[in-house]
């Protein structure tokens, strides 16, 4: 997970720390997700057709977001350190 580095055309990328981008298990969970909870996640075409999701931070409670932080690491994490190894 990190923050969004948005870009304007022409001038330095400005970090959005409203904005979390983080990793999900695929295409069909990522618009999955866009599509059911459009207020909290949502994507732009920097991202088509990798399985990363934006998440609007100020509209998410501490559960879910420890829930969604906890899922992607363990997507991304080696085996060993995940505990499945």
Not at 13 to 41: C, H, M
Not at 47 to 60: A, E, K, N
Request: aromatic share 8%; charged share 30%; no cysteine.
């Amino acid at each position: 997970m990190w923050s969004y580095p948005e870009r304007t055309p022409g001038r330095p990328r400005v970090i959005r720390t409203d904005i979390a981008v983080l990793y999900v298990g695929d295409e069909a969970e990522k618009q999955a997700l866009v599509l059911g909870e459009p207020d909290l996640f949502f994507t732009t075409p920097a991202y088509d057709g990798l399985p990363l999701v934006m998440l609007r931070l100020d509209r998410v409670d501490v559960d879910r977001l420890t829930e969604l932080v906890t899922d992607a690491w363990h997507m991304r994490a080696p085996r060993e350190l995940a505990g499945e190894g």
